[in-house]
């Protein structure tokens, strides 16, 4: 069937009535070539809702969209027709164009899956040159969030990375084989081209002032013999003088020397854009290398350029925190593990078990103590998407809008699936309702969309929730209760060797900074009694800023084999430093450490 492709904007007139008669006339144009497919593009531009309109002319193009789906049921070869519309804000569409008899089909294009990035980048890379060994597999394992579009920038990307590599490299090779060939045959007779030039030009001067007051006639002879010399020296056309050398007679050797000996001198030459384009359009014959082709570090380079379209619009693809960048809470990684990890990496063992995944996980503790991290890392073991929001985050002063936000950031994740969300400050996002509250408070109203999205009538397949709070006990209890935040995880103050490890961690084992021998971490793990992980992360960076400024004091400006943090930095760093947790705080969070150290209900409940 022939397609019929329009893009909302064109269908917007500046004259009151045009945008209603394009609308007419496209759709009697997909009559006419009926059967046929007509296909809108971003048809929210047309098709918002009119209770929003802001003016009548919106109002007329939905209501002229609406009548011209209504008029092709009506005619006969109207129903041959075949009408899709594409958005990437469906919410936003008037409720009249999506009931039955209309657009009543609705089909969400998911982000690509891990096995679906591999068959994609296999089509998009047919017809060029690739290298055999290259892994689609690994691509597609370090793409997670990418999308079609994003794939295809990517492979355009590692072309461009490759044509520059072999095209840069060729170039200098061509170019300081040319400039030696040329440099060869002007280096040693420069000097007596000038030297020969010089008299020449004097003589020339001489006989043009004789000629001035001589006859013409009697000129010519003179001329003759007078010229001789210089156009032995300047055009060497007629030149017979054996005696001079021979590159003397050419006119270009001492503009290709002086050009050519800085570039010579310089074998890492970096052409401009002019002699590279040029280059290209005109590449020699000792170019064409059969053997070029798509490398892995090709894509490797442009996976570090190249952002997915989910992180450009503010969501977080796969995060790059490790177990490594934590160094402690081995307790709770195991129980997050099985949380996360285990329902996407082995679906099929929990369902012969008839096991089920916790709805959502509440992570709670003092400050600093690393429960950002801990989702982050969960998420990036598990290979799965990570979408971050504050809690303030999502408050709107405008009616509606919070509850919109929540929509929105759930709809994000499915689409995303598999897929965790990450509430911190989760606290703010859903305190306790007011029992004399009338229930159209933003608070109670976001609570409840919470509820409605949590456990609703939606289908949740693949979207883990993961909330951080340093008050469980503000939190409303419906959020809370079995089938929601079911599991409940204490991540408290670091003990004296978490501490020693989260110091290693910090530290990378003593290369970054780079320690010197006199520091004992074990005995600064005993001197940071209820410092925090982020406390002890501060310690670290105040006390190389202590090493840093005793280098510059001592006139050192370079990163020598001395520069280094020693144990003195420290004793200095904990002088200045205090815990963030006080003494009567702790005594708070040892209360809801008592409440919440174990899960209240199994990890993995039973159907």
Known sequence: MPLLEVTATELIGGISGESEERVRDIFEQAIDNSPCVLFIDEIDAI???????????????????????????????GQSVVVIGATTRPDTLDPGLRRIGRFDHEIAIHIPSRKERREILRIQCEGLSIDPKLNYDKIAELTPGFVGADLLALVSRAAAIAVKRRSLRKFRELHAAS???????????????????????????????????????????ADSESDKPAADTTNGENSMDVDKPPNAATPEPKPTSSTASPLVSDEFYEPTLAELTNFLDNPPEEFADPNFCLTMDDF????????????????????????????????IREELKLAVLAPVKYPEMLKRLGLEAPSGVLLCGPPGCGKTLLAKAIANEAGINFISVKGPELMNMYVGESERAVRACFQRARNSSPCVIFFDEFDSLCPKRSDGGDGN?????????????????????????LAATNRPDIIDPAILRPGRLDTILYVGLPQEQERVDILKATTKNGKRPVLAEDVDLQQLAVQTEGYTGADLAGLVKQASMFALRQALNEGKVSADEDLCVRNKHFMEALKQLRPSVSEQDRKVYEKLRQKYAAPRVPLLAEK
């Open 47 to 77: 098709a918002g809702n009119r209770q929003h309109a802001a003016k009548d002319m919106e109002r007329r193009i939905v209501s002229q969209l609406i009548a011209s789906l209504d008029q092709l049921k009506a005619t006969e070869f």
């Open 179 to 221: 400039e030696m060939n040329m440099t060869t045959v002007t280096l040693d007779d420069d000097e007596p081209a000038d030297d020969q030039q010089k008299p020449a030009e004097i003589n020339k001067d001489k006989e043009e002032v004789q000629e001035e007051t001589k006859d013409q006639e009697q000129a010519k002879p």
């Open 300 to 331: 490797l380079a442009a996976i570090k350029v190249v952002q997915p379209s989910a992180k450009r619009e503010g969501f977080i693809t796969v995060p790059d925190t490790t177990w490594e960048d934590i160094g402690s809470l081995h307790d």
């Open 441 to 465: 408070n933003s608070g109670t109203r976001i609570v409840n969309q919470l509820l409605t999205e949590m456990d609703g009538v939606e289908e949740r397949k693949g979207v883990y929730i």
